[in-house]
Structure formats: C-alpha cells, structure tokens
C-alpha cells in the first residue's frame, strides 16, 4: 500500500508523494467536451496510451521543455493502486485503490502527432507533475464528484468536473485490470476536460518561466514551474 509519505529517493524530487510506479496508464479523450473540442468522436470504450516513470516530478518541481517543442497542459486526476488487481470487477474496484493525486499530462504535440502514437510525445523527462500529496481512498468516496481546474500564470484554462468523465474511475481499473495485472503503486492518469491550450484559438503553449496551476477538489493544488532546456 502506497503513502502520502512515500518518495523516490533517486527521483531528486524530494516531495515527490508515491514510489516508483511499474506502470503508468493513461486514458485519451476521456471527457466528452475535450473529445468535441478536438474534433473526434467519443471513445467506445476506454483509449489506452502508456507514460513512462521519467516524466514524474512533484509539486514545486520544474517542468523541462525542450526548445523548439509545441508543449501543452492537461489537468487529470491521478489514482494510485493500492493492491494487485487482476480482472476485477466494477463494483470492486475502487477497493484496489490507494488513493489520489492531482496531475498534469504534459504533452508535446508535435512529437504526439507526428508519430501518429502517443507514448513518445507523453513521455519526455518531467512531463508528469503528481501531488501535491497522496489522498487516502477514504477521504474521497465519491471520485466522479470532484471539481478539477487548471490555471496558466494566474488564468484559468480548464474547469470542469470528474462528473464529466465517460469512463469513470471504476470502469477504468476493472477495464484494465482485465487484461493487464495492476500492481500496488501503478498510476492511471485519467483524461483530461476541454481547454488544453492545442486546440484554442490561437494556440497556447508552454513557455519559459509559465506557473501552471492543477488544482482538485478535496485533494488540493499542484504547482509547477517549466524552464525551456536545449
């Protein structure tokens, strides 16, 4: 079982709030407004992409984005497994559940596009703030009632709330665990509302010096800086 003490000690994020995870499991277009807003349809069922262990940072810590890439923002609630899960069903499953965290989905668009897959442009070093600190199970009993915002220096970008998920929380870890097994410690990422910057009008991206803000009802505000690197 994963605490809110728990860190990576060779991470160099020291508040950084989970150990390291065997997996990282993200759900795509899992909001029916950011499917709209990119122009497809809503998924049938649960749309899989992997993130990898490098990407996590914790709240304070900076976000790199290499010069020249088209970076965005997503607000995503994060879950942590709290016990091996191996085809669990729906009514069970938020009992395999540790507890939650804020995250942020960083993404470089071009390298996610370009690919045609995702894991590359989802994956670079820091490009998965977590935290800012691991919420039991308990203290959230309802996660599809949860207000989930995101600010960019100050503006908010994305409000919305986990009520708005197609797949919930539930359906998702008995959907994965039906072909992968879950192990304690792994993270899903699940989906993000409209408003990532990508898809307004004009563009935003991630520049030097941008403050971005994830903030989740009942489990708190994550806050990162992003340094642009060469």
């Not at 069922?45 to 923002?73: C, Q, S, Y």
């Not at 998702?172 to 993000?192: K, R």
């Amino acid at each position: 079982m994963m605490t809110p003490n728990s860190s990576i000690e060779s991470s160099g994020e020291p508040d950084l709030p989970i150990g390291a995870p065997s997996k990282m499991i993200c759900v795509g277009l899992n909001y029916r407004d950011h499917a709209t807003e990119a122009g497809l349809e809503a998924p049938t069922m649960p749309l899989l992409f992997a993130k990898w262990p490098n990407t996590l940072i914790g709240h304070g810590g900076e976000i790199h984005v290499p010069e020249g890439v088209r970076t965005d923002f997503e607000a995503e609630l994060a879950v942590v497994i709290g016990r091996r899960a191996r085809k669990v069903t729906v009514d069970e499953a938020l009992d395999y559940v540790a507890g939650y965290l804020c995250a942020n989905d960083v993404s470089a668009r071009d390298l996610q596009f370009d690919d045609g897959q995702w894991v590359r442009g989802k994956s670079l070093d820091t490009f998965c703030p977590i935290g800012p600190t691991l919420v039991p199970r308990d203290q959230i009993p309802d996660p599809q009632n949860l207000g989930i915002k995101l600010w960019l220096n100050g503006v908010l970008m994305q409000d919305s709330s986990t009520a708005q998920m197609i797949f919930g929380v539930a359906d998702i870890i008995s959907y994965v665990s039906q072909t992968a097994t879950l192990e304690p410690g792994d993270v899903i990422l699940t989906g993000t509302p409209a408003g990532v910057g990508i898809f307004r009008n004009p563009p935003v991206g991630l520049k030097e010096g941008d403050e971005v803000t994830v903030e989740i009802e009942r489990i708190g505000k994550l806050t990162n800086r992003v340094r642009v690197t060469n």
